[in-house]
T-cell receptor, first 113, second 115 residues
Framework: DSGVTQTPKHLITATGQRVTLRCSPRSGDLSVYWYQQSLDQGLQFLIQYYNGEERAKGNILERFSAQQFPDLHSELNLSSLELGDSALYFC????????????FGPGTRLLVL | GESVGLHLPTLSVQEGDNSIINCAYSNSASDYFIWYKQESGKGPQFIIDIRSNMDKRQGQRVTVLLNKTVKHLSLQIAATQPGDSAVYFCAENRRIIQGAQKLVFGQGTRLTINP
């Protein structure tokens, strides 16, 4: 157990809908990262937050957004969902330094029908 | 483009033997590398890491080697066990801007331990 929690574990929804994925980092970690894992793209970085502020963006679509709250938990919002958004979404956390290990949660499996 | 690649997508090893998983990275400025293990239905699990000021680091039954000259990483697993069967990813910690970094993952190698 990494100490990072994610909910829900599974999510099934329809195209055009909006969903929210939730992540709680390890105790003491200030940075939260979101990654998407799909069969054709592998594990791809989406976005990083540090202590409530957005730090970096990766391959995140404009339909996707995220935030980190004062209690450091984070939410990833996916809207106008398309079939191609079906994937595993992982949250990771770290203390926040440049060479700090990122610890991953169990992921949310999203299926868009 | 950015890439951290693996030489072999699958690897089968007899239980008790040693295994070696290889990885090539592209960014010579990267200074931190991590190996993760991912079992079916689970998130990537940290195995071992190495910083660029080191050539070798050992853990329990695992060793990571870093060759910066050819931008190559390897993960050695000694005395493999059935529980070692999983997909293994190397990841390069790449700095984006001050205070921001991301992991760039390889495609993964599926390791199967045969009884």
């Amino acid at each position: 157990d990494s100490g990072v929690t994610q909910t829900p574990k599974h999510l099934i929804t329809a195209t055009g809908q909006r969903v929210t994925l939730r992540c709680s980092p390890r105790s003491g970690d200030l940075s939260v990262y979101w990654y998407q894992q799909s069969l054709d793209q592998g594990l791809q970085f989406l976005i990083q937050y540090y202590n409530g502020e957005e730090r970096a963006k990766g391959n995140i679509l404009e339909r996707f957004s995220a935030q980190q709250f004062p209690d450091l938990h984070s939410e990833l919002n996916l809207s106008s969902l398309e079939l191609g958004d079906s994937a595993l979404y992982f949250c990771a956390s770290s203390v926040g330094g440049p060479q700090e290990t990122q610890y991953f949660g169990p992921g949310t499996r999203l299926l868009v029908l | 483009g950015e890439s951290v690649g693996l030489h072999l997508p699958t690897l089968s090893v007899q239980e008790g033997d040693n295994s070696i998983i290889n990885c090539a990275y592209s960014n010579s400025a990267s200074d931190y590398f991590i190996w993760y293990k991912q079992e079916s239905g689970k998130g990537p699990q940290f195995i071992i890491d190495i910083r660029s000021n080191m050539d070798k680091r050992q853990g329990q039954r695992v060793t990571v080697l870093l060759n910066k000259t050819v931008k190559h990483l390897s993960l050695q697993i000694a005395a493999t066990q059935p529980g070692d069967s999983a997909v293994y990813f190397c990841a390069e910690n790449r700095r984006i801007i001050q205070g921001a970094q991301k992991l760039v993952f390889g495609q993964g190698t599926r390791l199967t331990i045969n009884p």
